[in-house]
């Protein structure tokens, strides 16, 4: 059963004297309640702040109770809604109910039994959220693992973490290389949280400068600077009830610093240039690339702030140290009607990542722009990756198969590579096994293609590279 302390309730009703005492009793009950004396009153606290369950009189000067209820189904319809009357009537009862109100309450009535309904109607928007909820859970596992993919050690570890931090309002910190998909792993939490079905809003403090970034968080009123010709919303009040992501917020200014920690502490922010105190609920996620240990040491980021927005750090690992996780996601990333030579893969995963899994997604794009057959090999690979240059080389195919590699010798040398000078560069290794198949095949280019295990236009790509001609080598 839900607790009155966890139900946020406004009440709206002209009656001064009633609204007085009924006030009392609720929060007498411990119930966070809030009152309107009037409908326009009580859109002005509709504007600033969510409420679970709403008690509207119906007859009001102005803007009626049932007017009142419409506007708040179109821009709360979580509310439940009960109406009062002095004067109930069948019609007024069935047109309540058709525009959403829970429950309908004749005057005079016991606060007691108004206190009843009031949490059977909470109870009813709790169960109603929590269905919902059930219903998307294994939705939301099922995305997680499809956007999110590994099975190394680290990767479980961040996993685990989604699992137990996503359902609750803890403020988490990502940490993590560029590239790593931080951003990945705070929609994950967002859609594992009660706040799944509400806004997820992203913005990156290193892609603003200090006035616009400002400007995006907070929004501002017309005129509030040049250029400001319309009022704006900003971010924490479009994320209102959902998350707000906040990305490399080691970037994010010091006075912009101060104004981030009020709003997380009471909730309470402005507009740029308007005085006017709003309230919003928004779960934030944060994520930097920086060491914010030492940043706050030094003094570049406040240290107040810092304890704030890292309730829970959510590490994620270089690519280099989950290597095993690589042929996953090559093959996630290249779909169904692609493959990828055994050597190639091989490549892929001695290789050191720098830009980590963006950089991959990068590699295996071009990759299939320059492959044959759906089918990625070496030397489709950028030549940093293809030719490293402290590894054996591996030779291109000198059989009609497509995976025939050359031999290796006992120092890890291919056959072309231990007959080579000391001194040959990948690529002179390269142009002299091209050279090599061609004046076997005595300049047959459709035959030399066969024997190097490439298409025509992959030979062609070669000649062009090594500046080789076919008709001098016969």
Same mark, same amino acid.
């Given at each position: 059963?839900?607790?009155?302390?966890?139900?946020?309730?406004?009440?709206?009703?002209?009656?001064?004297?009633?609204?007085?005492?009924?006030?009392?009793?609720?929060?007498?009950?411990?119930?966070?309640?809030?009152?309107?004396?009037?409908?326009?009153?009580?859109?002005?606290?509709?504007?600033?702040?969510?409420?679970?369950?709403? +008690?509207?009189?119906?007859?009001?000067?102005?803007? &009626?109770?049932?007017?009142? $209820?419409?506007?708040?189904?179109?821009?709360?319809?979580?509310?439940?809604?009960?109406?009062?009357?002095?004067?109930?009537?069948?019609?007024?009862?069935?047109?309540?109910?058709?525009?959403?109100?829970?429950?309908?309450?004749?005057?005079?009535?016991?606060?007691?039994?108004?206190?009843?309904?009031?949490?059977?109607?909470?109870?009813?928007?709790?169960?109603?959220?929590?269905?919902?909820?059930?219903?998307?859970?294994?939705?939301?596992?099922?995305?997680?693992?499809?956007?999110?993919?590994?099975? &190394?050690?680290?990767?479980?570890?961040?996993?685990?973490?989604?699992?137990?931090?996503?359902?609750?309002?803890?403020?988490?910190?990502?940490?993590?290389?560029?590239?790593?998909?931080?951003?990945?792993?705070?929609?994950? $939490?967002?859609?594992?949280?009660?706040?799944?079905?509400?806004?997820?809003?992203?913005?990156?403090?290193?892609?603003?400068?200090?006035?616009?970034?400002?400007?995006?968080?907070?929004?501002?009123?017309?005129?509030?600077?040049?250029?400001?010709?319309?009022?704006?919303? !900003?971010?924490?009040?479009?994320?209102?009830?959902?998350?707000?992501?906040?990305?490399?917020?080691?970037?994010?200014?010091?006075?912009?610093?101060?104004?981030?920690?009020?709003?997380?502490?009471?909730?309470?922010?402005?507009?740029?240039?308007?005085?006017?105190?709003?309230?919003?609920?928004?779960?934030?996620?944060?994520?930097?690339?920086?060491?914010?240990?030492?940043?706050?040491?030094?003094?570049?980021?406040?240290?107040?702030?810092?304890?704030?927005?890292?309730?829970?750090? +959510?590490?994620?690992?270089?690519?280099?140290?989950?290597?095993?996780?690589?042929?996953?996601?090559?093959?996630?990333?290249?779909?169904?009607?692609?493959?990828?030579?055994?050597?190639?893969?091989?490549?892929?995963?001695?290789?050191?990542?720098?830009?980590?899994?963006?950089?991959?997604?990068?590699?295996?794009?071009?990759?299939?722009?320059?492959?044959?057959?759906?089918?990625?090999?070496?030397?489709?690979?950028?030549?940093?990756?293809?030719?490293?240059?402290?590894?054996?080389?591996?030779?291109?195919?000198?059989? &009609?198969?497509?995976?025939?590699?050359?031999?290796?010798?006992?120092?890890?040398?291919?056959?072309?590579?231990?007959?080579?000078?000391? !001194?040959?560069?990948?690529?002179?290794?390269?142009?002299?096994?091209?050279?090599?198949?061609?004046?076997?095949?005595? !300049?047959?280019?459709?035959?030399?293609?066969?024997?190097?295990?490439?298409?025509?236009? &992959?030979?062609?790509?070669?000649?062009?590279?090594?500046?080789?001609?076919?008709?001098?080598?016969?």
């Amino acid at each position: 059963m839900t607790k009155p302390s966890d139900i946020e309730l406004l009440f709206v009703d002209d009656d001064d004297e009633f609204r007085t005492v009924a006030s009392r009793h609720f929060r007498r009950h411990g119930f966070n309640l809030h009152e309107a004396p009037s409908g326009e009153a009580a859109l002005e606290l509709l504007e600033r702040r969510h409420f679970d369950v709403a +008690i509207l009189d119906m007859r009001m000067p102005g803007i &009626s109770g049932l007017e009142l $209820l419409e506007k708040l189904k179109l821009t709360d319809p979580d509310c439940e809604a009960i109406i009062l009357t002095g004067e109930g009537t069948i019609e007024s009862a069935v047109q309540a109910m058709k525009l959403g109100a829970i429950d309908y309450l004749t005057k005079p009535f016991a606060l007691a039994e108004l206190e009843t309904i009031v949490l059977r109607a909470s109870e009813h928007r709790r169960l109603r959220k929590e269905n919902v909820q059930l219903r998307e859970v294994l939705a939301r596992q099922q995305q997680i693992e499809t956007e999110m993919v590994g099975d &190394s050690p680290q990767m479980r570890e961040v996993f685990h973490l989604i699992g137990r931090a996503g359902p609750t309002d803890t403020a988490i910190l990502i940490q993590g290389a560029s590239g790593t998909g931080k951003e990945l792993v705070a929609k994950a $939490l967002h859609r594992a949280s009660p706040r799944a079905s509400r806004p997820m809003v992203v913005i990156n403090c290193a892609a603003l400068p200090e006035t616009l970034l400002e400007s995006e968080l907070f929004g501002h009123e017309k005129g509030a600077f040049t250029g400001a010709i319309n009022t704006k919303q !900003g971010l924490f009040e479009l994320a209102d009830e959902g998350t707000l992501f906040i990305d490399e917020i080691g970037e994010m200014p010091g006075a912009l610093q101060a104004k981030l920690l009020r709003v997380l502490e009471d909730g309470s922010m402005r507009r740029l240039g308007s005085l006017k105190e709003r309230r919003v609920n928004v779960r934030l996620v944060s994520a930097t690339n920086r060491d914010l240990a030492t940043e706050v040491a030094e003094g570049r980021f406040r240290e107040d702030l810092y304890y704030r927005i890292n309730v829970m750090t +959510i590490q994620l690992p270089p690519l280099r140290e989950r290597a095993g996780d690589i042929p996953l996601l090559v093959r996630r990333f290249l779909g169904r009607e692609w493959s990828i030579a055994p050597e190639a893969l091989r490549l892929l995963e001695e290789y050191d990542w720098p830009g980590n899994v963006r950089q991959l997604i990068n590699v295996i794009e071009r990759a299939k722009i320059l492959a044959d057959d759906n089918r990625i090999h070496p030397w489709d690979l950028p030549p940093h990756i293809a030719h490293p240059q402290k590894s054996a080389i591996v030779a291109r195919p000198t059989t &009609s198969e497509p995976e025939a590699v050359a031999k290796v010798n006992g120092n890890g040398e291919t056959a072309a590579a231990s007959a080579l000078a000391p !001194g040959d560069d990948l690529a002179s290794m390269e142009r002299a096994h091209v050279m090599d198949v061609l004046r076997r095949e005595k !300049g047959n280019k459709a035959k030399a293609a066969r024997a190097l295990g490439v298409s025509r236009r &992959s030979l062609y790509r070669l000649l062009e590279k090594h500046n080789i001609d076919p008709d001098n080598l016969r």
